[in-house]
């Protein structure tokens, strides 16, 4: 039976890129991979073949010959292995790319490739923390409770019954991981014995089923300096799950998420609040008492005919800095409130007062002034 062409087993064309090749690679390979077809026997058949296809492709000295001479370049004649220089072994050459890129691939599938050989380090755990603005600009000490896994205490972490060390595993002899020939190709696959650890148990530890580890909610006091930021991430290290079997614990990371405050907007060290001022105390002038993040009363003074929208700067009132003494700034913005449930007295004294100002409205209110002269000046324009 003639064997198929290269470019038709990958799908592509004559003329196709070295990225088109490995995209049609990739694609095939996890469709037809054994492992990912146990019910279908022709699956490894074909999986063979289209790594053949891909390790003639993806080399350019091999390519041109089988451009030129088809599969009698590697059958003995005029490309045969040892004949002109092409290389199907495993030692380096072709054979590293297929298992980088095999590795690539099917790593996570199959245990992780050269990273699968399993330690049993900890897994890292995450840990949500919300905060206030005020515990952001202070700092504070959180008492936590995370819900992990602690060494057995029963077999000290061994995972063996009495605290027995597990022993080398027969099938893989400590490497964690078996070799099965597929043609031209061998494939790794992580140890089914003992799952990459390149040991195994033989007397597990009743306590933690051989695990070495059991599940332990721990309490864990936390320092939250001063000056943090909402999504700020804190690394404890050596805090996440234990390790199986003895092996290195994990780490704990705190995200930390700051509480939106009722008065207060931060834009990093920087404070802003929003404060309403009596139209009286606008117009006249006055002072006002402010409140600060640190919870003290800062005193603002109001000069005559502030308007809304006018910003006040009070010089280190701000945030904390992280790891630093220097503390940001507080930003006033002035909010004129217009009166209202006005008594009778009052709508008198304002409408006097409006009376007075008629022949002088520009120099009491010149931005409503303006806008109508020229409002005035618009609709003359378009009547004309």
Known sequence: MSKRDYYEILGVAKGATAEDLKKAYRKLAMQYHPDRNPDNPSAADHFKEINEAYDVLKDEQKRAAYDRFGHAAFEGGRGGPGAGGFDFGFGGGAAGGFSDLFEEMFGEFMGGGRRGQASGHGADLRYNMEITLEEAFAGKTATITVPSSAPCEECKGTGGAGGAQ???????????????????????????????????????????????????????????????????????????????????????????????????????????????????????????????????????????????????????????????????????????????????????????????????????????????????????????
Not at 248 to 265: A, K, M, N, S
Not at 282 to 299: E, F, Q, R, Y
Not at 366 to 380: I, T, Y
């Open 166 to 384: 597990p022993v080398t595993c027969s099938t893989c002899h400590g490497h964690g991981k078996v070799r099965a020939q597929q043609g031209f190709f061998t494939i790794e696959r992580t140890c089914p014995t003992c799952q990459g650890m390149g040991r195994v148990i033989k007397d597990p530890c009743r306590a933690c089923g051989g695990a070495g580890r059991v599940r332990k909610d721990r309490t864990l006091q936390v320092n939250i300096p001063a000056g943090v930021e909402d999504g700020t991430r804190i690394r404890l290290a050596g805090e996440g799950e234990a390790g199986m079997r003895g092996a290195p614990p994990g780490d704990l990371y705190l995200f930390l998420t700051v509480v939106p405050h009722r008065l207060f907007q931060r834009d990093g060290a920087n404070i802003y609040c929003r404060v309403p001022i009596p139209m009286t105390t606008a117009a006249l002038g006055g002072t006002i008492d402010v409140p600060t993040i640190d919870g003290t009363l800062a005193k603002v003074t109001i000069p005559p005919g502030t308007q809304t929208g006018n910003q006040f700067r009070l010089r280190n009132k701000g945030m904390s800095v992280l790891r630093s003494p220097a503390r940001g700034d507080m930003f006033i913005q002035s909010m004129v409130e217009t009166p209202v449930n006005l008594t009778k007295r009052q709508i008198e004294l304002l409408k006097e007062f409006d009376q007075a100002g008629e022949a002088d409205s520009g120099k009491h209110s010149p931005e409503s002034h303006g806008f109508f002269a020229k409002v005035k000046e618009m609709w003359k324009d378009l009547t004309e």
